[in-house]
């Protein structure tokens, strides 16, 4: 019987593992929901999910594993897939099964395992903070290091790893006040404990629908009341639409669903690999979505989700406990998960001091190119003309993974390649995608589309890679940026009251604004930043903002600030406004 195993073999090793992502899977939205920051922040259930079902798509390999081989295989896979900062600390909190032994692994050399994996994530990351998914991780492997002296089953011990984890969880709140403001749990550290427990379901020989989630002991948080509170009630959320297409032109496939799907689809993910295209998008027009991807190659795979009716059975689920709240916690429903998205950085922003750590590798080629991470068409316009060699589609809500930004990297012919990922929750995965590719491969931590710009026009091809990143990163840091957008969710963030559909102005992560009109936000974000005594704004206007609108307000900040103004389409999916003064 399961819940009498004393050592894990290669099979049963995939099994757990196969438990634990089935486990976060269910409850993805739940996880997503936990995000605090009040505008899309790209979803960390999401970005877990997907992390973790690369390793676990790479595991489906082959029927039989020893221990060793699906170790090697699944933290593979984990490093390639992982996307945002919360995948890419899983990847590594996962490096650590690479100890266990060639067969089987018991208690003790599973605690060792996971002991490993904490370390190795700590150092992963540049400033580890506290009340993260980091301290659910390391509580958790410590508990199992002292159960490991005792517990007599692999069940036993993962109990005790259980429960260390969720009472970590529960604390989490108390380490970060911007957490006990909004009255929620780490995200992260949530979605970790729900794999944690989906580990230990298979170890008791249960499906994963046979453990409920409760809210963590000493918390106030409820996880269907917290997930009801912010889901509209009258929302409209669309399809989640997954195609994989085979065609012998996949390049080309890739480029024209991007262009097509983005015109009435969101959270959009077009990859291309060989002769398949893999296709994420939401949207209200699955069928259309189907039918362009049809016209283009051969349907391999096909996966629509209506996430209406998941958000609405989170909302009923949620209703009988927002008003007698149970002791234990109510269970969480479980929903359908949805592919696509990024999350809520964990991982601080690199200082210049640590440059010439990474570009002290000196490569080997004397012309460098530069791959950038841009969304919006205007925007990829905007870094192709510049001289960006690659233009990743991605940014805020979606992340490209370490893989996309390794091929991206491994594309550039010959020459050494400086990565600009101009967004804080890419940066992780921009840095592992640098170690796999080695020497010639740099970052350049920018963390905003305006630094990534600054960076661009300091971009001169011939100089040394090490002594253009340096100088990249020098002009991208002088550079402050403006954003307007729209709040998703009733929140408290930096102590400010926020509503659902006020729009929000931002000076880099500083919420300087909230206002019921998005000019309105737009001019006291400038004001802010001083655009009386600049010479120049340039403002890219979001794919939901009209043309219109957006000349009025460049009409408005020459009259109110006698700036000279340049107003371009970005189309960026996000941010309605993405401004910088000079």
Same mark, same amino acid.
């Given at each position: 019987?399961?819940?009498?195993?004393?050592?894990?073999?290669?099979?049963?090793?995939?099994?757990?593992?196969?438990?634990?992502?089935?486990?976060?899977?269910?409850?993805?939205?739940?996880?997503?929901?936990?995000?605090?920051?009040?505008?899309?922040?790209?979803?960390?259930?999401?970005?877990?999910?997907?992390?973790?079902?690369?390793?676990?798509?790479?595991?489906?390999?082959?029927?039989?594993?020893?221990?060793?081989?699906?170790?090697?295989?699944?933290?593979?896979?984990?490093?390639?897939?992982?996307?945002?900062?919360?995948?890419?600390?899983?990847?590594?909190?996962?490096?650590?099964?690479?100890?266990?032994?060639?067969?089987?692994?018991?208690?003790?050399?599973?605690?060792?395992?996971?002991?490993?994996?904490?370390?190795?994530?700590?150092?992963?990351?540049?400033?580890?903070?506290?009340?993260?998914?980091?301290?659910?991780?390391?509580?958790?492997?410590?508990?199992?290091?002292?159960?490991?002296?005792?517990?007599?089953?692999?069940?036993?011990?993962?109990?005790?790893?259980?429960?260390?984890?969720?009472?970590?969880?529960?604390?989490?709140?108390?380490?970060?006040?911007?957490?006990?403001?909004?009255?929620?749990?780490?995200?992260?550290?949530?979605?970790?404990?729900?794999?944690?427990?989906?580990?230990?379901?298979?170890?008791?020989?249960?499906?994963? *629908?046979?453990? %409920? +989630? @409760?809210? !963590?002991?000493? =918390?106030?948080?409820?996880?269907? &009341?917290? $997930?009801? #509170?912010?889901?509209?009630?009258?929302?409209?959320?669309?399809?989640?639409?997954?195609?994989?297409?085979?065609?012998?032109?996949?390049?080309?496939?890739?480029?024209?669903?991007?262009?097509?799907?983005?015109?009435?689809?969101?959270?959009?993910?077009?990859?291309?690999?060989?002769?398949?295209?893999?296709?994420?998008?939401?949207?209200?027009?699955?069928?259309?979505?189907?039918?362009?991807?049809?016209?283009?190659?051969?349907?391999?795979?096909?996966?629509?989700?209506?996430?209406?009716?998941?958000?609405?059975?989170?909302?009923?689920?949620?209703?009988?406990?927002?008003?007698?709240?149970? *002791?234990?916690? %109510? +269970? @969480?429903? !479980?929903?359908? =998960?949805?592919?696509?998205?990024? &999350?809520? $950085?964990? #991982?601080?922003?690199?200082?210049?001091?640590?440059?010439?750590?990474?570009?002290?590798?000196?490569?080997?080629?004397?012309?460098?190119?530069?791959?950038?991470?841009?969304?919006?068409?205007?925007?990829?316009?905007?870094?192709?003309?510049?001289?960006?060699?690659?233009?990743?589609?991605?940014?805020?809500?979606?992340?490209?993974?370490?893989?996309?930004?390794?091929?991206?990297?491994?594309?550039?012919?010959?020459?050494?390649?400086?990565?600009?990922?101009?967004?804080?929750?890419?940066?992780?995965?921009?840095?592992?995608?640098?170690?796999?590719?080695?020497?010639?491969?740099?970052?350049?931590?920018?963390?905003?589309?305006?630094?990534?710009?600054?960076?661009?026009?300091?971009?001169?091809?011939?100089?040394?890679?090490?002594?253009?990143?340096?100088?990249?990163?020098?002009?991208?840091?002088?550079?402050?940026?403006?954003?307007?957008?729209?709040?998703?969710?009733?929140?408290?963030?930096?102590?400010?009251?926020?509503?659902?559909?006020?729009?929000?102005?931002?000076?880099?992560?500083?919420?300087?604004?909230?206002?019921?009109?998005?000019?309105?936000?737009?001019?006291?974000?400038?004001?802010?930043?001083?655009?009386?005594?600049?010479?120049?704004?340039?403002?890219?206007?979001?794919?939901?903002?009209?043309?219109?609108?957006?000349?009025?307000?460049?009409?408005?900040?020459?009259?109110?600030?006698?700036?000279?103004?340049?107003?371009?389409?970005?189309?960026?999916?996000?941010?309605?406004?993405?401004?910088?003064?000079?």
């Amino acid at each position: 019987m399961a819940n009498r195993l004393v050592r894990l073999d290669g099979d049963r090793f995939v099994a757990m593992i196969k438990a634990g992502h089935e486990r976060l899977r269910q409850h993805v939205s739940l996880v997503n929901a936990l995000n605090i920051f009040p505008v899309p922040d790209g979803d960390t259930g999401t970005n877990m999910e997907m992390s973790l079902a690369a390793g676990v798509e790479k595991l489906a390999a082959q029927a039989h594993w020893t221990l060793a081989a699906a170790a090697h295989t699944l933290a593979a896979g984990l490093l390639m897939g992982a996307r945002g900062n919360s995948g890419v600390i899983l990847s590594q909190l996962f490096r650590g099964f690479l100890q266990l032994p060639e067969e089987t692994a018991g208690v003790q050399e599973c605690a060792k395992a996971l002991a490993e994996g904490v370390h190795i994530a700590y150092r992963a990351v540049a400033k580890p903070v506290e009340g993260t998914m980091l301290t659910v991780a390391r509580e958790g492997a410590a508990a199992g290091v002292k159960a490991a002296r005792q517990a007599e089953t692999l069940a036993d011990w993962m109990r005790s790893v259980v429960a260390a984890a969720r009472e970590a969880l529960a604390r989490t709140p108390e380490q970060l006040p911007v957490l006990k403001q909004a009255g929620v749990v780490d995200s992260g550290g949530q979605g970790l404990l729900f794999i944690f427990e989906g580990f230990l379901s298979f170890l008791e020989g249960k499906t994963s *629908a046979d453990t %409920a +989630p @409760a809210a !963590a002991p000493g =918390s106030d948080v409820h996880w269907t &009341d917290f $997930a009801a #509170a912010h889901v509209p009630e009258e929302a409209e959320y669309g399809f989640c639409t997954e195609v994989l297409i085979r065609t012998p032109q996949a390049s080309a496939a890739e480029a024209a669903l991007r262009r097509s799907l983005s015109g009435y689809g969101t959270s959009l993910l077009v990859v291309a690999a060989d002769d398949l295209v893999k296709v994420h998008v939401h949207t209200m027009e699955p069928l259309r979505a189907l039918q362009d991807a049809a016209g283009l190659g051969e349907l391999v795979k096909i996966k629509v989700e209506n996430m209406t009716l998941q958000h609405q059975t989170i909302r009923q689920q949620a209703r009988p406990e927002a008003t007698e709240p149970q *002791a234990g916690g %109510a +269970p @969480a429903p !479980a929903v359908a =998960s949805c592919s696509a998205g990024a &999350d809520r $950085a964990s #991982a601080q922003r690199v200082p210049q001091s640590q440059l010439p750590s990474q570009t002290r590798e000196t490569a080997g080629a004397t012309r460098t190119a530069v791959v950038a991470v841009a969304a919006g068409d205007g925007l990829r316009e905007v870094f192709t003309s510049l001289g960006a060699a690659v233009v990743l589609s991605g940014g805020q809500t979606m992340n490209p993974s370490t893989e996309e930004i390794v091929a991206a990297v491994s594309s550039i012919d010959g020459a050494a390649a400086i990565v600009l990922p101009n967004n804080k929750n890419i940066i992780m995965a921009a840095e592992q995608a640098r170690q796999v590719v080695g020497q010639r491969a740099f970052v350049v931590p920018t963390i905003s589309i305006p630094q990534g710009i600054a960076a661009m026009l300091a971009f001169l091809p011939d100089l040394p890679p090490h002594d253009l990143a340096a100088k990249m990163w020098a002009a991208a840091e002088r550079v402050r940026a403006g954003h307007v957008v729209r709040a998703v969710r009733d929140s408290v963030y930096q102590d400010v009251a926020i509503r659902a559909n006020q729009f929000l102005g931002l000076i880099d992560q500083t919420l300087v604004e909230v206002a019921e009109h998005r000019n309105d936000a737009a001019l006291a974000v400038l004001t802010r930043m001083g655009a009386a005594d600049a010479e120049l704004l340039t403002m890219f206007y979001g794919r939901d903002v009209p043309k219109e609108e957006a000349e009025r307000l460049a009409v408005l900040c020459r009259e109110r600030f006698g700036v000279e103004v340049e107003l371009q389409a970005g189309g960026q999916p996000v941010y309605d406004y993405i401004m910088s003064l000079e």
